[in-house]
Protein backbone atom coordinates (compact mmCIF):
# COMPACT_ATOMS: atom_id res chain seq x y z
CA UNK A 1 0.00 0.00 0.00
CA UNK A 2 1.59 3.58 -0.79
CA UNK A 3 2.19 5.80 1.64
CA UNK A 4 -0.84 8.19 1.76
CA UNK A 5 1.16 11.12 4.40
CA UNK A 6 1.21 14.43 2.75
CA UNK A 7 4.92 16.40 1.97
CA UNK A 8 5.62 18.71 4.37
CA UNK A 9 4.95 21.63 2.06
CA UNK A 10 1.90 20.55 0.08
CA UNK A 11 0.23 20.14 3.49
CA UNK A 12 2.01 23.32 4.81
CA UNK A 13 0.67 25.27 1.32
CA UNK A 14 -2.82 23.61 1.71
CA UNK A 15 -3.21 25.07 5.24
CA UNK A 16 -2.18 28.77 4.22
CA UNK A 17 -4.64 28.43 1.46
CA UNK A 18 -7.14 27.63 3.64
CA UNK A 19 -6.82 30.27 5.95
CA UNK A 20 -6.24 32.84 3.47
CA UNK A 21 -9.95 32.15 1.98
CA UNK A 22 -11.46 31.33 5.28
CA UNK A 23 -11.76 27.43 4.93
CA UNK A 24 -11.41 25.20 7.10
CA UNK A 25 -8.00 23.24 6.68
CA UNK A 26 -9.00 20.24 7.70
CA UNK A 27 -11.50 20.49 4.82
CA UNK A 28 -9.09 21.35 2.28
CA UNK A 29 -6.76 19.03 3.21
CA UNK A 30 -9.77 15.95 3.47
CA UNK A 31 -10.75 17.15 -0.47
CA UNK A 32 -6.99 17.07 -1.76
CA UNK A 33 -6.37 13.69 -0.31
CA UNK A 34 -10.09 12.35 -1.54
CA UNK A 35 -9.53 13.91 -5.12
CA UNK A 36 -5.81 13.53 -5.45
CA UNK A 37 -4.37 11.55 -2.60
CA UNK A 38 -1.64 14.62 -2.84
CA UNK A 39 -0.49 14.09 -6.06
CA UNK A 40 0.70 17.18 -6.82
CA UNK A 41 0.29 16.74 -10.80
CA UNK A 42 -3.32 15.19 -10.63
CA UNK A 43 -5.86 17.17 -12.47
CA UNK A 44 -9.27 17.38 -11.66
CA UNK A 45 -12.11 17.93 -14.49
CA UNK A 46 -15.53 18.03 -12.58
CA UNK A 47 -16.79 21.32 -13.24
CA UNK A 48 -19.26 20.66 -10.37
CA UNK A 49 -15.98 20.54 -7.68
CA UNK A 50 -17.58 23.80 -6.05
CA UNK A 51 -21.29 22.49 -5.48
CA UNK A 52 -20.16 19.16 -4.02
CA UNK A 53 -17.66 20.22 -1.47
CA UNK A 54 -17.56 24.39 -0.93
CA UNK A 55 -20.94 25.22 -0.87
CA UNK A 56 -22.52 22.64 1.67
CA UNK A 57 -19.97 23.69 4.17
CA UNK A 58 -20.52 27.37 3.70
CA UNK A 59 -24.56 27.17 3.96
CA UNK A 60 -26.37 28.96 6.72
CA UNK A 61 -29.71 27.82 8.09
CA UNK A 62 -31.45 30.95 6.58
CA UNK A 63 -30.70 29.83 3.13
CA UNK A 64 -27.82 32.00 2.10
CA UNK A 65 -24.50 31.58 2.44
CA UNK A 66 -21.08 32.67 1.74
CA UNK A 67 -19.63 32.21 -1.79
CA UNK A 68 -15.80 33.27 -2.85
CA UNK A 69 -15.80 35.93 -5.32
CA UNK A 70 -12.60 37.27 -7.15
CA UNK A 71 -11.73 40.73 -5.37
CA UNK A 72 -8.06 42.19 -4.91
CA UNK A 73 -6.53 39.55 -3.47
CA UNK A 74 -8.17 36.68 -4.95
CA UNK A 75 -10.97 34.61 -3.14
CA UNK A 76 -12.51 36.62 -0.31
CA UNK A 77 -16.25 35.60 1.48
CA UNK A 78 -19.24 37.60 0.81
CA UNK A 79 -22.58 37.18 1.24
CA UNK A 80 -25.61 36.17 -1.31
Not at 3 to 32: F, G, K, M, Q
Request: glycine share 4%; proline share 11%.
Amino acid sequence: MPDRTPPPELLALAHDAARAHSLWPELVCAVIEQESSWDRWAVRYEPAFYKRYIEPQIARPDGHHAVPHAGARGAALTET
